[in-house]
Nanobody
Framework: QVQLVESGGGLVQPGGSLRLSCAAS????????VGWFRQAPGKQREMVAL???????NYLDSVKGRFTISRDNAKKTVALQMNSLKPEDTAVYYC?????????WGQGTQVTVSS
């Protein structure tokens, strides 16, 4: 019923930028938070940015000042603007939405930072 679809991933050189988008479809009861997570090969999934509906946005320390999360409730989209990308940002990025009933995840989009 509920589906999240990410787009915007790809290959970029160090220092470059990418903008990820997440389009939601289906019915949500009441969204409590949205966010982005990532998982690099051989590593644990980690929170990149989390935007609660009733609190301040939290970012992974290593991306503070470089990444910005945003949401458009009318269009049902969540975006992640990524600037000054580094090789260590290489990972599969996942969109995350939580409502009062459960959490939802996108299928993931690959981001590769390499020269």
């Amino acid at each position: 019923q509920v589906q999240l679809v990410e787009s915007g991933g790809g290959l970029v050189q160090p220092g470059g930028s990418l903008r990820l988008s997440c389009a939601a479809s289906g019915s949500f009861f009441s969204i409590s938070r949205v966010g982005w997570f990532r998982q690099a090969p051989g590593k644990q999934r980690e929170m990149v940015a989390l935007m609660p509906s009733d609190g301040k946005t939290n970012y992974l320390d290593s991306v503070k000042g470089r990444f910005t999360i945003s949401r458009d409730n009318a269009k049902k989209t969540v975006a992640l603007q990524m600037n000054s990308l580094k090789p260590e940002d290489t990972a599969v990025y996942y969109c995350y939405v939580a409502d009062t009933l459960r959490t939802y995840w996108g299928q993931g989009t690959q981001v590769t930072v390499s020269s």
